[in-house]
Nanobody
Framework: QVPLVESGGGSVQAGGSLSLSCAVS????????MGWYRQVLGNQRELVAK???????VYADSVKGRFTISRDGAKDMVWLQMNSLKPEDTAVYYC???????????WGQGTQVTVSS
């Protein structure tokens, strides 16, 4: 199990900003892709954004132009800057890491983001 340590999140009014960070701890695990997913109770977990070690990014259409993912590849850290937040962004956000050594991805513990109207 790759330990992922998340921080950030919280509550904000619509139009506000929040940032999330995630770090791989405990050593080197040959991490290739890191990203953020979110889940609303009762719904499937969905991709928010992901970034490769080379810096290529993928965003969900719903967050394009509002969220920015960035990464420190040397330290296996990833950040998600969330601007112009909307109530529909309310969810538990999970950090995700894909290793070239393991077939299954790894998940953080999740952090709550709440956007009020």
């Amino acid at each position: 199990q790759v330990p992922l340590v998340e921080s950030g999140g919280g509550s904000v009014q619509a139009g506000g900003s929040l940032s999330l960070s995630c770090a791989v701890s405990g050593g080197y695990f040959s991490i290739n892709v890191m990203g953020w997913y979110r889940q609303v109770l009762g719904n499937q977990r969905e991709l928010v954004a992901k970034i490769t070690k080379g810096g290529s990014t993928v965003y969900a259409d719903s967050v394009k132009g509002r969220f920015t993912i960035s990464r420190d590849g040397a330290k296996d850290m990833v950040w998600l800057q969330m601007n112009s937040l909307k109530p529909e962004d309310t969810a538990v956000y999970y950090c995700n890491a894909e290793s070239t050594w393991y077939s299954s991805p790894f998940w953080g513990q999740g952090t709550q983001v709440t956007v009020s109207s």
